[in-house]
């Protein structure tokens, strides 16, 4: 007898979505630069596929109300850290810089629009005749960094991006008068003039400064999994998100521990020296 259910022969067999396993292990950790460790201030588990933005955004806005003495200087962290809502966070309400991985779009291969939005495709200022800036520093007080073009055009720079119908050097640009010193001076502060967060950052990226305050984050992150590879811990023993939420708890609170005993151990020793 023929089953009704059975698919005919030759009929396609129906495709599959993609599927994701497991969870997310979401922290804020403190680099301790002075001291070589890290603490670990929250931490949080989510579906493997879960939209990470909504936790990290909740862990910054509560830093202020379980740790109010703490001073935040910079936020690390990898492209998740990159949407809107966790860039305007880190400036407005943390008050720090952004050290935090790009999130590319299709719309940076396209380099002829450079000057037109006025950055490139790392968020470095572009001139309109498609010059770039130069890094002058960031200024903490007012949460801005400071770029110039240095009037680059006049010094032999050649434009990253060279527009059609544009004689170079420009004799048309108004900042290479005498009045403008240094330039076109540009102040980046939360975004750029377009109202675009997506490449603002506070330091230029991927110059040593950068590469040493994204690292140094990196570094703190691994330090905490490999501890967690050392307990066994990087396949959970326990099924269910409420399980793993508190053994991930549990293991976070002990090496938070075991950091605090060893900068104990160590002052004591440095005490007893001196």
Known sequence: ????????????????????????????????????????????????????????????????????????????????????????????????????????????????????????DKGRPVCAFGYLFTANGFETDRLRHKWLCGQACLHGAQPVIQLPDVTYPPPECA?????????????IAQCFADKSLRLVRDVPVGTPAWKELYHRGRNAVESRNAAFENEGLKRMPVFGLPRVRALIFQADVWLNLTTLAHLVREATLAAQVT
């Not at 900042?175 to 102040?187: D, F, K, T, V």
Request: glycine letters at 6%.
């Open 175 to 187: 900042y290479q008068l005498a009045a403008h010193p240094h330039g076109e001076i540009r102040n």
């Open 1 to 120: 007898m023929s089953n009704p259910n059975r698919p005919t022969a030759g009929s396609a067999t129906p495709s599959k979505g993609k599927l994701f396993y497991g969870y997310r292990s979401l922290l804020l950790q403190l680099a301790d630069a002075t001291r070589h460790c890290s603490l670990i201030l929250f931490d949080d588990v989510c579906a493997a596929n879960a939209y990470e933005p909504y936790p990290i955004a909740a862990h910054l806005l509560q830093l202020s109300t379980v740790y109010p003495t703490l001073h935040v200087d910079t936020v690390a962290g990898d492209a998740n850290f990159g949407h809107d809502l966790i860039l305007q966070l880190v400036h407005d309400q943390v008050g720090a810089r952004r050290v935090i991985d790009l999130r590319a779009h299709e719309t940076d291969r396209d380099k002829t629009q450079w000057p037109l939005r006025g950055y490139d």
